[in-house]
């Protein structure tokens, strides 16, 4: 019996086999591109900028024609809310559309959370680990007749990933997003053959002497191109920077360096997706991009916020906006805890909206804020996260600002700037690589140069200063404003541009596919 159209599809599908796919290994995810499949649309769980990146580059990848897939949690309970789905919806969506290229692990550990660093992440990391160990590498990479390159993010992706995928000589491209790093005892890698992948394990020694497994430190051992979001913190890090081991461990700063003396660490800076741009952004009151009229549409998309966040409605209010978490070991969020009242009383005409989750299970900082908030009569305003009112955080914002201790990239200054915002920040890391000083003409500057304003010291008096800087920039008349945030919007879509960033992972793929081109 003759099969119509099998030809076709075999030759479809030897074309596929003859090409070399990337797995995307992350824990989190943002909005992922329709080309990943009728599944795609449901899934989005991120925590921070990580999640976005991932998004981004799947998004860039599959426009290119590249065998792009993504493994990453199912986080039921979340994609449930933000796609307002019951769970009897849910099932059904999952029962009936094929993932394709959609790789979800599931455990009863983490479907209930809404991100993946609450509840136990140890033990989050080892359901995650084992299933991509067990079934999700050897199942993409025979698809390609063994061509596969795996690109693993941060260290939840590493550990016993990384190790297998060195064992099996599969080509891997780590990504650090932060140098955080976890120690995963063992024994709760149950049903993974370890044994066999000790030799390309980290082991360090828990408190009683016991063997732990280094997650962050044996995904960069094992990986043959270890990628930082940054230059400069990867300067810092090689450079002895923050000897303080909560910032970087020893181990981890020692694989770092063995990898970039031998010329396999590189910085690729992070490029948002162009679903965050205010022009196709759907959670805005009103879009716009730099050919618009840029104050009024902040303003439109101001008074929508003020609604939503319970500040006071006032279209000619200066809206200072942290998106960040609320860590006070990186983010500086107790430096802000310890000025907003008297900044917002200070500057009258100045209100200030948090809106970010505390971190893991710490709810001490959301305690903190929301009593900052209440307090302040509709001046100050703080909210946990949720993606539609963050992104119209965005489009309403004069300045994006932070105040960290570190930082690898940072991806709050470019989605600000997009969206018409200055930016203001610590100059450390990627804030150091990413916020120029805005300086003027018309002030006696060679030309217009600058999208925000960095401060040096990490304590209350550098986010002050700071932060002030911002505030006397946008109490200029609208018309100078006008054209700097046109000029900044601009510049920002020429510098981070999605295209450039997809470049450079293409050409770090392609060294590891032997030169040979992936699409």
């Not at 991932?54 to 039921?76: K, M």
């Not at 005892?185 to 370890?194: A, I, N, Q, R």
């Not at 610590?426 to 300086?439: L, M, N, Q, S």
Request: aromatic share 8%.
């Amino acid at each position: 019996m003759r099969i119509f159209g099998w030809r076709g599809a075999d030759r479809d599908t030897m074309k596929k086999m003859t090409k070399t796919a990337i797995l995307m290994i992350s824990p989190e995810t943002g909005r992922l591109p329709k080309k990943m499949g009728p599944l795609a649309r449901y899934i989005s769980g991120k925590s921070g900028g990580m999640g976005e990146v991932v998004s981004a580059l799947c998004e860039g990848l599959t426009q290119r024609g590249i065998e792009c897939h993504l493994a990453t949690t199912n986080l039921q309970r979340r994609f449930q809310q933000e796609n307002n789905l019951d769970e009897a919806s849910w099932h059904r969506i999952r029962h009936r559309i094929h993932a394709e290229r959609i790789h979800l692990v599931k455990s009863s550990l983490f479907s209930d959370l809404t991100c993946i660093y609450k509840g136990n992440p140890l033990h989050n990391a080892a359901e995650f680990q084992k299933a991509i160990v067990n079934n999700v590498i050897i199942n993409v990479r025979s698809q390609y007749q063994g061509r596969l390159i795996i690109h693993s993010h941060d260290w939840m992706a590493g550990g016993a990933i990384t190790a297998y995928a060195r064992l099996r000589n599969c080509p891997i491209l780590h990504t650090v997003h932060n140098t955080h790093t976890a120690h995963l005892p063992p024994d709760l890698l149950k049903g993974v053959d370890w044994e066999r992948l000790r030799p390309y394990l980290f082991f360090a020694r828990d408190y009683v002497g016991r063997e732990i497994i280094d997650c962050q430190a044996t995904a960069i051992k094992n990986a043959d191109v270890v990628n930082f979001v940054g230059n400069r913190f990867l300067e810092e890090i090689v450079d002895n920077h923050f000897p303080d081991h909560s910032v970087c461990s020893p181990s981890v700063r020692q694989e770092i360096k063995v990898k970039y003396e031998h010329g396999s660490a590189m910085a690729i800076i992070n490029s948002p997706s162009h679903a965050l741009y205010p022009e196709n952004c759907t959670h805005l009151a009103r879009r716009f991009g730099p050919d618009d009229n840029i104050l009024e549409a902040k303003r439109e998309n101001l008074a929508e916020f003020q609604r939503r966040t319970g500040l006071k409605v006032d279209p000619k209010a200066i809206l200072l906006y942290w998106p960040s978490r609320l860590d006070p070991a990186q983010k500086g969020i107790h430096l802000l805890e310890e000025i907003a009242h008297r900044f917002v009383i200070d500057h009258g005409d100045v209100q200030i909206a948090i809106v970010g989750d505390g971190v893991g299970n710490d709810r001490t900082h959301e305690e903190i804020c929301g009593s900052i908030a209440w307090s302040s009569g509709g001046k100050i305003a703080y909210h946990r996260f949720n993606e539609s009112l963050s992104m119209l955080g965005f489009a309403a914002a004069n300045d994006v600002f932070g105040a960290s201790l570190y930082e690898p990239c940072g991806q709050i200054d470019q989605i600000g700037n997009l969206h018409g915002a200055t930016a203001t920040n610590r100059d450390t890391g990627g804030y150091h690589d990413k916020i120029e000083d805005i300086a003027l003409a018309a002030d006696g500057a060679p030309q217009d140069a600058g999208n925000g304003f960095l401060f040096r010291d990490y304590d209350t008096g550098g986010l002050w200063y700071g932060l002030h800087r911002s505030v006397e920039f946008h109490r200029r008349p609208d018309d100078v404003r006008e054209t700097q945030l046109k000029r900044i919007m601009r510049d920002a879509r020429r510098k981070y541009s999605l295209d450039r960033m997809v470049d450079e992972y293409i050409s770090a793929y392609e060294r590891l596919n032997g030169g040979v081109p992936l699409a």
